[in-house]
C-alpha cells in the first residue's frame, strides 16, 4: 500500500536555525497537509496545500513557517529561525480529494530545538 | 468554528470487554468524522469514517462508530479488547463545505487506551 514518507525521522537543531522538514505524499494525491503534536498534547492543524498554493492555515503558521513543493514529489515544512517551543513531532499528510477523503499520515519527524 | 472533545484522557479495560471512546463535536453543519489510531513511535491510522450515509460505520481491527446527530456524537466502540488494542485514539472532525481546497482536520486531544491482562 502506499505510503507517506517523511525524513528525517529526527532532527535536532539549535534555536535560531533555519530547518527544513521533507514528505513525499502518496503519488497521484492532489491535497497536502502539516500537523504538529506537542508531546503529550494533541495534533494540531498547520497548513493545507492544494494547487501549489495553501488552502487553509492556523494561527500556529505564522512567518516563521512556509511550504513549498519544489518538484512534483516532494512536499516541505521550513521554520526559518526555530524556537524552543518549536519542539513537536511533525506529521505530514495527503488525501486524494476534498471532502470528507481521509488523510493519510507519515510517520513523523521529530524536531528537538535547543 | 469546529471543536472536539473527548472525554477521558485514559481508559483502561480489561482484555476481552467492551472498549468505548467518547467524542463529541461542535460544528455549525454535520461534519465528517474520524478516528484515527496512534501505536508509539508510528503516525496517525485512520480507523474509520463517516461521511454520509448509514450512521454505523464499521472500521478496521473490529472497530465501529455511530455517527448521532442528535447528540452530536461518534463514539468508537469494540465488542471485545486485545492487547494489540494498546494506543492513543484521536477523533477528528473537517468541515462539509462546497467549493476546492483542502479541509483541515480538527482532532480531539486523544485517549490513551489501556488493556489490562
Known amino acids: 500500500e502506499p505510503e507517506v514518507t517523511q525524513t528525517p525521522s529526527h532532527q535536532v537543531t539549535q534555536m535560531g536555525q533555519e530547518v527544513i522538514l521533507r514528505c513525499v505524499p502518496i503519488?497521484?494525491?492532489?491535497?497536502f497537509y502539516w500537523y504538529r503534536q506537542i508531546l503529550g498534547q494533541k495534533v494540531e492543524f498547520l497548513v493545507s496545500?492544494?494547487?501549489?498554493?495553501?488552502?487553509?492555515k492556523s494561527e500556529i503558521f505564522d512567518d516563521q513557517f512556509s511550504v513549498e513543493r519544489p518538484d512534483g514529489s516532494n512536499f516541505t515544512l521550513k521554520i526559518r529561525s526555530t524556537k524552543l517551543e518549536d519542539s513537536a513531532m511533525y506529521f505530514c499528510?495527503?488525501?486524494?480529494?476534498?471532502?470528507?477523503?481521509?488523510?493519510?499520515f507519515g510517520n513523523g519527524t521529530r524536531l528537538t530545538v535547543t | 468554528a469546529q471543536s472536539v472533545t473527548q472525554l477521558g484522557s485514559h481508559v483502561s479495560v480489561s482484555e476481552g470487554a467492551l472498549v468505548l471512546l467518547r467524542c463529541n463535536y461542535s460544528?455549525?453543519?454535520?461534519?465528517?468524522l474520524f478516528w484515527y489510531v496512534q501505536y508509539p513511535n508510528q503516525g496517525l491510522q485512520l480507523l474509520l469514517k463517516?461521511?454520509?450515509?448509514?450512521?454505523l460505520v464499521k472500521g478496521i481491527n473490529g472497530f465501529e462508530a455511530e455517527f448521532k446527530k442528535s447528540e452530536t456524537s461518534f463514539h468508537l466502540t469494540k465488542p471485545s479488547a486485545h492487547m494489540s488494542d494498546a494506543a492513543e485514539y484521536f477523533c477528528?472532525?473537517?468541515?462539509?463545505?462546497?467549493?476546492?481546497?483542502?479541509?483541515?482536520?480538527?482532532f480531539g486531544k486523544g485517549t490513551h487506551l489501556i488493556i489490562q491482562p
Open positions: 499528510a495527503s488525501s486524494d480529494r476534498a471532502g470528507g477523503s481521509p488523510l493519510h
Open positions: 503519488s497521484n494525491h492532489l491535497y
Open positions: 496545500f492544494y494547487n501549489n498554493e495553501i488552502s487553509e
Open positions: 460544528s455549525s453543519v454535520p461534519p465528517y
Open positions: 463517516y461521511t454520509t450515509g448509514a450512521t
Open positions: 477528528a472532525v473537517s468541515a462539509r463545505h462546497s467549493g476546492g481546497g483542502a479541509d483541515g482536520l480538527t
